[in-house]
């Protein structure tokens, strides 16, 4: 025994890389990549009405809150650190137009939590999405006409878009509709209605994909949409045009650059980190959210270690930030230390 260690030695240069592995000390202090309240965000999602908590069936443990309900939240985030929420509105019906014009109404679900969170607590951070699939009553991200979503109409409305809800106080404008030439038309109209400060998260790279479903339940745009989106969204086959993608938006003026979903695009993450060095998040989408809550209440896998696993992950890859569902969950655990 003793010479056939010997001989592992001898072929390895006496490397041992499990040394490094021994114990949960060492591997605390070689360990490359970490995992803080500092890189969630919150996404949460949003109803008319008062005293409103409903939750989404397709994602467990996620809720849909009216205004008041999310600012409690928003107290909620701020208590555990979390620097920081995104709002997605799920508004009636009868306020949906071909158009998405309610998207421009000051007096809109986004804009209305926007004031009213700001108000409450005024330290957390609001990141807001011009996109119209929430007013459309199509459910595109844009404006449809004679089936074709068109480009430069959407990019205006939702440059007005952006403005308001700058006004209504929102820190970071995350648009997610893929229209070419949206960075730099928000940033312009920001700009002329003094909202220097207000940054801009490019959805850079957001792909066609098969994880959005649980989303499109929670803001109730999965039944109207007409056709698909594979028009203005990437194709998730397509890495360098992802890349060429985020180039755009760089020049255009983006701050932020963020990869959606997150999990299947890892190396879309890790290529725009190393090729422009802006701070890029990952959204941890529904789907991926979903996959592991189910597996979890199945009894198929450890939820909370998978969950922190692919938030590592993340980090590994060079994200900054994870938007996730997750967000309070993991807060919690992280404070338990």
């Known amino acids: 025994m003793a010479d056939k260690i010997n001989l592992v030695d001898e072929i390895t240069g006496h490397r041992r890389m499990r040394r490094n592995r021994k114990a949960d000390w060492t591997r605390r202090l070689v360990r490359e990549t970490s995992l803080s309240v500092d890189d969630l965000i919150w996404p949460i999602f949003l109803v008319p009405g008062s005293g409103i908590v409903e939750p989404v069936a397709a994602m467990p443990g996620v809720n849909r809150m009216s205004v008041d309900k999310a600012v409690e939240a928003a107290r909620e985030a701020a208590d555990l650190g979390i620097p920081a929420l995104a709002t997605f509105p799920n508004e009636a019906m009868e306020l949906r137009d071909v158009t998405g014009s309610y998207s421009l109404s000051s007096d809109n679900l986004i804009n209305q939590a926007t004031r009213a969170i700001k108000a409450a607590v005024p330290g957390i951070g609001l990141i807001t999405d011009v996109a119209l699939d929430p007013f459309t009553s199509h459910g595109h991200d844009g404006i449809l ?13 939702i440059a007005r878009a952006a403005v308001i809800q700058a006004d209504s106080g929102a820190d970071i404008i995350a648009p997610s509709d893929m229209m070419d030439g949206r960075i730099g038309a928000i940033r312009r109209a920001l700009d002329a209605a003094g909202h220097h400060q207000v940054g801009i998260m490019s959805y850079a790279t957001k792909f066609a994909s098969a994880f959005y479903g649980p989303y499109r339940e929670a ?19 397509n890495g360098t045009e992802a890349v060429r993608d985020a180039a755009l938006d760089v020049e255009e003026g983006a ?4 990869v959606k979903p997150g999990l299947p695009y890892l190396d879309i993450c890790w290529r725009i980190k190393e090729a422009f ?7 941890q989408v529904s789907g991926e959210y979903t996959q592991i809550k189910a597996a979890a209440m199945n009894g198929w896998i450890d939820g909370e270690r998978a969950m922190l696993e692919t938030l590592l992950c993340f980090k590994r890859a060079g994200c900054d930030g994870i938007l996730t569902y997750f967000a309070p969950e993991v807060a919690r655990i992280l404070a338990r230390g």
């Open 219 to 237: 803001i109730n745009t999965g039944g109207l949409l007409k056709g698909d989106k594979k028009t203005y969204y990437l194709d998730p086959a």
């Open 145 to 157: 006409r004679d089936g074709e979503i068109v480009n430069d109409e959407t990019v205006e409305a």
């Open 255 to 258: 701050d932020m650059l963020m």
């Open 277 to 283: 060095g802006l701070p890029v998040f990952a959204y």
